[in-house]
């Protein structure tokens, strides 16, 4: 699980504005993923991405958005037409050559005042 | 898409004994079955994982079985410590055409009573 980064570690805003959720990784890994963690609700995925410059909607996309400029980064974007963003935001990688795994970063808990 | 149940929600058993969790999915397609432990405030952690053409695997006191036929598959874990109370997550993964994708369970949370 190491060589993936999360920052910040906590975030605080304000109701109706936007942030960005930084993840960067030095695995070399193609495929990203950004989940949503809730108490009771286990991990839902946001967003993925198989390949730079490319992503994909995932099962609760809806007031997110992403991009993968780079290989290394993968950015999650929070906005405010997201309806209930307090929540602990769980970036990943996964790698695809031998053994699949997937590899978490440490996690941004963010909370809207 | 897939679908995975996952049981119980929560689970309480005395040191040293064993712990079963389960899980069923949807999707006759996955093809690769990962457990997660979650520490609290920590990110979830691989403990092991089962590929579909194998039905059993063991890591000294973790297992896991696999039924491919009625799509679930289970995690054992034996002579329980206080250092397993955590949460668990099992998750189901698709690999196909390049895409892999992966779909968790809501996690049980283990308590082991000292």
């Known amino acids: 699980d190491g060589g993936i980064t999360q920052s910040p570690k906590y975030l605080f805003r304000k109701e109706g504005q936007n942030v960005t959720l930084s993840c960067e990784q030095n695995l070399n890994h193609d495929a990203m993923y950004w989940y949503r963690q809730d108490p009771g609700q286990g991990l839902r995925l946001i967003y993925y991405s198989q390949i730079v410059n490319d992503f994909q909607k995932g099962d609760i996309a809806e007031g997110y958005s992403v991009s993968r400029e780079k290989k290394e980064s993968f950015p999650l974007t929070v906005t405010s037409a997201q309806k209930n963003p307090t929540a602990f935001y769980l970036c990943?990688?996964?790698?695809?050559?031998?053994?699949?795994?997937?590899?978490f970063g440490p996690g941004t808990r963010l909370t809207v005042l | 898409g897939e679908n995975v149940e996952q049981h119980p929600s929560t689970l309480s058993v005395q040191e040293g004994d064993s712990a079963v969790i389960k899980c069923t999915y949807s999707?006759?397609?996955?093809?690769?079955f990962p457990w997660y432990k979650q520490e609290l405030g920590k990110r979830p952690q691989l403990i092991i994982d089962?590929?579909?053409?194998?039905g059993e695997k063991k890591d000294q006191r973790i297992a896991v079985t696999l039924n491919k036929t009625a799509k679930h598959f289970s995690l054992h874990i034996t002579e329980t410590q206080p250092e397993d109370s955590a949460v668990y997550f099992c998750a189901t993964i698709y690999s196909g055409a390049g895409s892999y994708q992966l779909t968790f369970g809501k996690g049980t949370k283990l308590s082991v009573i000292p």
């Open positions: 999707d006759s397609a996955s093809n690769y």
């Open positions: 089962i590929r579909s053409n194998v």
């Open positions: 990943a990688s996964m790698s695809t050559r031998g053994r699949i795994e997937q590899f």
